[in-house]
């Protein structure tokens, strides 16, 4: 098993830090006692700020270093998901004596790889690339070929067959988004369509899955999993899985169709439906297809990792997508610059960094974080910065 970073009690008192956004006084009270917390708990903050690939590591080493550019690749920045980490990975950077620069290939492979070659071949220090499991063998190769440092951002990079990492990652934990996504669901479903206890045999659940991309199938088999502990005598009859194959993960027109269909066939087979996405562009999907059947009443929706739906609760808009299953981008961030920063630094090798982190039968450390639910109510809690996250993490 990969390693899970142990966060949950700092984005807790992160959460915090946002809930009392202007009271100084008591931001810097709570900044105080989550370091006294973790020095008496051995919490995540303690024991990774003597790693190397973390913020108090990278930045005592900017110190005594010139500035490197770090450019950030990525197939595609339009959404909210990409364009907060673009924001967080340029907040890092600036206190980490780094020059940030940032390309949005705009969903054109040609152009995203035209990018990788053209800044290997300026001779900028590091990548931090963002792309799917289709494109990263010709980025390897590209890299390779320019003996430029790169690093995976929200996909971690497997070889051919998408068993092997070939590099190290900092990511989400999928296993552990899916079954929280089915835990919320089923707990909070009262509050969100306004009913009293439901009959589970009377709700379908609808998982939105793209089997072909390994790290995103995990999240599926957590759901899964989760479901079937739950309510192992309505798996067969209650569980619907929905591959979202066309177009990959930005395919919401994918979505769309194929929920809109089963729900045209099957709506009325149960009184309430609960929908699963794995990825934030089928949930936009899956909700256009609820609306349009007139069924916003009757149907919960989760996405894992995505944002465009805070975009949608910070202009006051509600509609049947309920939550966010990720964590906030400035904290999956940090590891992602600063392991790159200590590899470029010369204080780490891609073999050498986070070897605690190791999946068994593999050869690159892999971060993983606990997720988070985001909703209406708690949506500001997503856009914390860098300085909140170090505040609560390192109490300074």
């Known amino acids: 098993m990969k390693r899970t970073i142990a966060i949950l009690s700092v984005l807790a008192m992160l959460f915090m830090l946002a809930a009392c956004t202007g009271d100084k006084t008591t931001q810097e009270q709570e900044g105080a006692s989550v ?33 490197y550019t770090i450019v950030y690749i990525s197939i595609a920045m339009t959404d909210q998901l990409h364009s907060s980490l673009n924001l967080a990975l ?52 590209i890299c390779a070929s320019y003996d430029v440092q790169w690093f995976p951002a929200m996909s971690p990079f497997m070889d051919d067959n998408n068993e092997v990492y070939v590099a190290p990652a900092a990511i989400l934990d999928s296993y552990e988004c899916g079954q929280k996504q089915v835990d919320w669901m089923f707990d909070s479903y009262g509050t969100e369509l306004g ?12 998982f939105l ?65 609960f929908i699963g996405s794995a990825t934030d562009e089928f ?8 609306e349009q059947l007139g069924l916003e009443d009757k149907c919960i ?24 299953v990720t964590v906030p981008l400035v904290v999956v961030s940090e590891p992602m610059i600063c392991g790159l920063l200590s590899i470029l630094d010369g ?27 985001f909703t209406y109510e708690n949506k500001d809690l997503y856009y914390a910065t860098v300085d909140e996250w170090i505040k609560v993490k390192y109490g300074s």
């Open 195 to 206: 009913v009293s206890e439901v009959d589970p045999s009377k709700i379908g659940y609808i």
């Open 283 to 290: 949930a936009i999907g899956a909700t256009r297809a609820v």
């Open 347 to 373: 204080r780490a090798t891609y073999e050498t960094l986070w070897q605690d982190s190791v999946p068994a039968g593999q050869t690159y450390g892999v971060i993983e974080f606990p997720p988070e639910i």
């Open 90 to 141: 340029k907040e890092w950077c600036s206190k980490l004596n780094c020059e940030y620069v940032s390309y949005d290939a705009k969903a054109d492979y040609d152009a995203f790889l035209s990018a990788v070659e053209t800044y290997a071949s300026q001779g900028v220090d590091g990548l931090i690339i963002d792309v799917d499991v289709s494109a990263q063998s010709s980025v390897r190769d």
């Open 35 to 67: 370091s006294e917390d973790e020095s008496a708990n051995g919490a995540a903050g303690d024991a990774d700020a003597v790693t190397t690939g973390w913020y108090p590591d990278a930045l005592a080493a900017a110190e005594s270093r010139d500035t």
């Open 209 to 273: 899955d793209w089997s072909p991309h390994p790290e995103i199938h995990l999240r599926f088999e957590g759901a899964s999993a989760r479901y079937a502990e739950r309510y192992p005598d309505l798996f067969e009859t209650n569980w619907f899985t929905i591959d979202v194959l066309p177009g990959g993960p930005e395919n919401s027109e994918g979505a769309f169709d194929l929920v809109s269909a089963h729900l045209s066939t099957n709506g009325n087979k149960f009184d309430y439906w």
């Open 301 to 324: 929706i989760s996405a894992i990792m995505g944002g465009s739906v805070i975009e949608e609760w910070k202009a006051g808009e509600k509609s049947a997508w309920k939550s966010l």
